[in-house]
């Protein structure tokens, strides 16, 4: 996300705008967890109205994207075959985790 700037302009009579702020939100295909920022008014002319000190800025949050986790599969699609001549040895298969990799994951 790159910052943005811009202008909110109230005609007369007005009390509420329905703001539409262009950001550049970038759909790269890294896994990525929550994020946020702050979206702020910072100036009002002089002698135009007052800034409110605790309606100023609000949290804007990108929720998770990308399987930041992992998706977790049997690397073997078609299954796996064993013999009665093969018991009772273990049965080994292989379990891969693709995509994201952040924390820790158990599987049971």
Do not use: C, K, Q
């Not at 705008?17 to 994020?35: H, K, M, N």
């Not at 990108?62 to 930041?68: A, D, K, R, S, V």
């Not at 992992?70 to 693709?98: C, H, K, N, Q």
């Amino acid at each position: 996300i790159g910052p943005a700037s811009g202008v909110v302009t109230f005609a007369n009579g007005d009390d509420t705008i329905f703001l539409g702020i262009p950001l550049s939100v970038v759909a790269d295909g890294i896994p990525e967890l929550t994020e946020s920022f702050r979206l702020s008014l910072v100036s009002l002319p002089e002698g135009r109205g007052i800034l409110s000190t605790t309606g100023r800025s609000s949290l804007i949050i990108i929720g998770e994207n990308n399987n930041p986790y992992g998706v977790v599969a049997f690397d073997s699609v078609r299954g796996y075959d064993i013999l009665e001549s093969d018991a009772p040895g273990p049965l080994v298969a292989t379990v891969a985790r693709t995509a994201g990799t952040f924390g820790r994951v158990a599987v049971s």
